[in-house]
């Protein structure tokens, strides 16, 4: 089992930074591929970014490609999404994801475990 925790969330201005952060507990994140989802109200969950275990693949959604960076520290068993220029319609709780295997995915079914979610609203 794995545990997930999300942190960094908040209120921030159009144009702002804000720095997710996603601690593991319960077993090493060597070997499983991590993702940060996102859901705003009535929406759907969707796809942000996904991080291979190696850290040497990273996939993007199209809407945050260039402004979102995701990474990861393995050996503190942390995964990071550095959110620049937000703007009101990045505005959802995030959500943290880990499968287990090489390979990002960018589909939320591939993902087993879940952290709990932190919110971020971004003001226009």
């Known amino acids: 089992q794995v545990q997930l925790v999300e942190s960094g969330g908040g209120l921030v201005q159009a144009g702002g930074s804000l720095r997710l952060s996603c601690a593991a507990s319960?077993?090493?994140?060597?070997?499983?591929?991590m993702g940060w989802f996102r859901q705003a109200p009535g929406n759907e969950r969707e796809f942000v970014a996904a991080?291979?275990?190696?850290?040497?693949?990273?996939y993007y959604a199209d809407s945050v490609k260039g402004r979102f960076t995701i990474s990861r520290d393995n050996a503190k068993n942390m995964v990071y999404l550095q959110m620049n220029s937000l703007k009101p319609e990045d505005t959802a709780v995030y959500y943290c994801?880990?499968?287990?295997?090489?390979?990002?995915?960018?589909?939320?079914?591939?993902?087993?475990?879940w952290g709990q979610g932190t919110q971020v609203t971004v003001s226009s």
């Open positions: 991080i291979s275990w190696t850290g040497d693949r990273l």
């Open positions: 994801a880990a499968r287990g295997g090489m390979t990002p995915q960018v589909e939320a079914w591939n993902y087993a475990y």
């Open positions: 319960g077993r090493t994140l060597n070997n499983y591929a």
